[in-house]
């Protein structure tokens, strides 16, 4: 098959994007850092691709349908929505040296997908067969992936924060590159500003299909229950800003919290408890 | 001493209140609502399943019920917390409100010293001419770059103000309503509507429901299906679980809602009351003869699919499986055959193949089992029933509401931006200033092109 291909060539790319980063903080040399966008950016432009065919083929095959519908689809969409969401943060900000904190998130998804997820278009069961399948699932990932930037930005500001207090003023150390820990706070909060509204959506979506298919909202399933838990730490996370000593250090731990619940929220549920969603199989 | 008491519980009062309003106050209950919410997910809400009851200790068992960890979303103490959010979230915006509303309706339009000291970005530039023709360049380039400017006249200087999307500071408050909003919704829904189910058999009619409490609720109309189905990918996985259902008054179809189709994802409404698909089965009734191995006194009986009958020798009988050709199983043999389990008053079971076409065969069996009844299928009349999940919530159009209001809140509380300039014109001299709320980056690279725009405007020394 063609997309699959094209998903080995993309997981190749996101790894040399990747160690391009490394050698970007390693050396310091410009180029390694325009080398690790550009191949990021061309991997991103081959999965969109590559999904694109994924889809196509679905419909050859007489299981036409989103490629979103089992565990090995999600994992290849979260990453191309991390780099998706990156790379907008990279156009705008251009603090290239951040790839080297977030790509590591999309090679790990898409090394998995390609090696250890059954990769074959199965058709729909009769749960998934509505439209609300597709809004749902794209604002819960971009949510996500928008985190999953925003965790790799507060482990950045960690290290920083951390350098600006112990080594004032030191230049030649590689942490010295990384944008200072005001501008990551920054970030911090510009990356959770884009994932809070996507993922109020994406719950908003879930329950709004839940309604429409089984006549309930909201019925406390556990993923239900974690997404849940997650929001209330992003919402904790966007007062924590405003509350006296809760801002620049906690509230990157709340960020990096944040991201490991949404983890366990699209994996964790799925392969160690049980309930509606049933992705994992 | 009453002076002193009353301050006192003035004092108790506020710091009440101040705990109420404080932030530190929220923290605390989103990180424990976060934290707490996880023990449903671990622990099996409802009834839990008697396989995992074994696996706990009873003292483990007692201790999670009184602590209602069976049902935590709505123990007391779950409700305790969501209300301590409610109040928290009342609380502050009771508190911060008035003075943002001031912001909003009554705004500061001159620029004092006081001011111009919280403005970061404040500039003065020196300039020419009188200050009633620079106020006028001003305003122009304002009403062009940004919005109109109010102008007041203050000592013989001119004050401009201009403001772009104050309302944008409610934006936070509509969140936070919102959230309120959506509880709302969800206590009517729980107060006043229901969630239930009902099984009917292909070609029977009901009017009541089973609600997840037990109790039979009255649907106030009739429903009847016509007949169910079930479609699958050649895979033999399924494909679409289909009822085909009538909604009956007094007997009789009501139009538009005759012959519906109700599948997965796709329900039927009627009245307020919506019917899912969610489960289905076979409800078919099989036919049968008893008699002795003369053949004679026999008497005919029928067995629903999902219950037992009493033969006439007092043992029980189910069906297991049929099939219309059992050829498939054993060749050589032909036509409907039913294998049934037979439990004797003694205790005893076995499973037995009774065939439609073969009568030696039933005879056989009687005599080598010694009991002498011998059982023969005459056929049977296939009927599937279908599942519906049944939910009635008048709560749940206020849920979207608020659910709307917080997209939109959200949206505007992170996306938009209250925006004011102020400017002081004197005779000579030009001073200008700004904030927003959020965005202060762009906001501050916006003034920096405003204020060259604003330059070009005036008579400038080396400009004549
Ligand atoms: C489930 C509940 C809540 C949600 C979804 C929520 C959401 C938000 C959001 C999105 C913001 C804007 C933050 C930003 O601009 O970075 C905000 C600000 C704020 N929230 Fe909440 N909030 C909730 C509960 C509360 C509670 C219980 C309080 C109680 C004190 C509170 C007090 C505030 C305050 C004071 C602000 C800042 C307002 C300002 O900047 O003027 N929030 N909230």
């Known amino acids: 098959m063609t997309s699959s291909l094209l998903f080995n060539i993309t997981t190749l790319l996101y790894l040399a994007s990747m160690l391009a980063f490394f050698a970007f903080i390693a050396n310091r040399a410009k180029a390694f850092g325009t080398a690790g966008s550009v191949i990021a950016f061309g991997g991103l432009l081959l999965q969109t691709i590559a999904i694109g065919l994924r889809w196509k083929e679905s419909y050859i095959l007489g299981a036409g349908h989103a490629p979103l519908a089992n565990l090995y689809e999600s994992v290849v969409f979260f990453s191309w929505t991390i780099v998706l969401i990156y790379g907008l943060l990279d156009l705008k900000y251009r603090y290239r040296v951040i790839g080297a904190f977030v790509m590591p998130f999309a090679l790990l998804g898409m090394a998995w997908a390609q090696l250890g997820l059954n990769s074959g278009i199965e058709p729909l069961v009769p749960a998934l067969q509505s439209n609300w399948l597709i809004y749902h699932v794209i604002t819960c990932f971009l949510g996500y992936a928008a985190f999953a930037v925003a965790c790799g930005i507060s482990i950045m500001y960690l290290i920083r924060e951390r350098h600006e207090r112990s080594t004032p003023a030191n230049d030649q150390s590689i942490v010295a590159i990384f944008p200072t820990s005001r501008v990551l706070d920054d970030l911090n909060y510009k990356s959770i500003m884009i994932g809070f509204p996507l993922l109020t959506l994406g719950i908003i979506t879930g329950a709004v299909w839940a309604n429409y298919a089984w006549g309930t909202y909201w019925s406390w399933d556990p993923k239900e229950t974690w997404s849940l838990i997650v929001w209330f730490i992003y919402a904790a996370f966007l007062h924590a800003r405003i509350t006296r000593g809760w801002a620049g250090r906690r509230a990157a731990w709340l960020s990096i919290i944040g991201f490991a619940a949404t983890i366990f929220c699209y994996l964790g549920v799925n392969l160690l408890l049980s309930g509606l969603h049933s992705y994992g199989g | ?464």
């Open chain 2, 1 to 464: 001493m009453t002076s002193s008491t009353s301050t006192s519980n003035k004092t108790i009062s506020k710091s009440i209140w101040d705990f109420f309003c404080s932030l530190k106050l929220t923290m605390f209950t989103f990180i424990t609502l976060a934290v707490l919410s996880i023990i449903g997910t671990v622990i099996p809400q409802g009834t839990p399943p008697p396989e995992y009851l074994q696996t706990i200790s009873p003292a483990k068992l007692a201790f999670y019920q009184s602590l209602g960890f069976f049902n935590m979303y709505h123990s007391w103490w779950f409700i305790l917390l969501l209300s301590l959010l409610s109040i928290n979230l009342i609380a502050c915006s009771i508190k911060r409100l008035p003075h943002i509303w001031k912001t909003i309706t009554q705004p500061v339009m001159v620029m004092s010293d006081s001011l111009e000291k919280t403005l970061s970005n404040c500039t003065t530039i020196i300039t020419l001419g009188d200050a009633a023709t620079l106020k006028d360049r001003v305003a122009n380039v304002l009403k062009a770059e940004f919005a109109d400017p109010v102008i007041t006249e203050n000592d013989g200087a001119f004050h401009l103000f201009a403001q772009k999307s104050p309302w944008s500071r409610l934006a936070v408050y509509a969140v936070h309503l919102s959230v309120l909003v959506i509880f709302i919704g969800a206590i009517i829904g729980s107060l006043f509507g229901y969630k239930g189910f009902v099984n009917i058999i292909e070609g029977q009619t009901i009017s009541n429901v089973m609600s997840r409490s037990d109790k039979e609720i009255d649907l106030g109309f009739a429903l009847r299906c016509e007949q169910f189905s079930v479609a699958h990918y050649s895979t033999g996985a399924p494909k679409e679980f289909k009822s085909i259902i009538t909604v009956l008054e007094n007997g009789r179809p009501v139009p538009n809602y005759t012959n519906v189709r109700v599948i997965v994802n796709d329900p039927l409404t009627y009245k307020g009351i919506t019917f899912y698909q969610s489960s289905y089965g076979n409800a078919g009734e099989y036919f049968f003869t008893a008699s002795d191995l003369s053949g004679k006194d026999g008497v005919t009986f029928q067995v629903d699919r999902n219950s037992s009958v009493t033969l006439p020798d007092g043992s029980s009988m189910h069906i297991i499986e049929e099939t219309d050709d059992v050829s498939k199983f054993v060749p050589n043999l032909t036509g409907p055959a039913v294998q049934v389990e037979i439990h004797d008053p003694r205790g005893g079971s076995e499973k037995v193949i009774v065939y439609a076409n073969h009568p030696e065969l039933n005879i056989q069996h009687a005599k080598e089992h010694n009991g002498g009844l011998v059982l023969q299928y005459k056929g049977a009349n296939k009927k599937m029933y279908t599942g519906l999940q049944v939910a009635k919530d008048p709560g749940v159009w206020i849920v979207w509401v608020g659910c709307i209001l917080m997209m939109v809140g959200i949206y505007a509380a992170f996306f938009m931006s209250h925006r004011r300039i102020w400017v002081r014109v004197n005779n000579g001299t030009v001073t200008i200033g700004g904030n927003a709320s959020k965005n202060q980056g762009g906001f501050q690279l916006f003034m920096e092109q405003l204020l060259t725009k604003i330059k070009k405007q005036l008579p400038m020394e080396d400009n004549k």
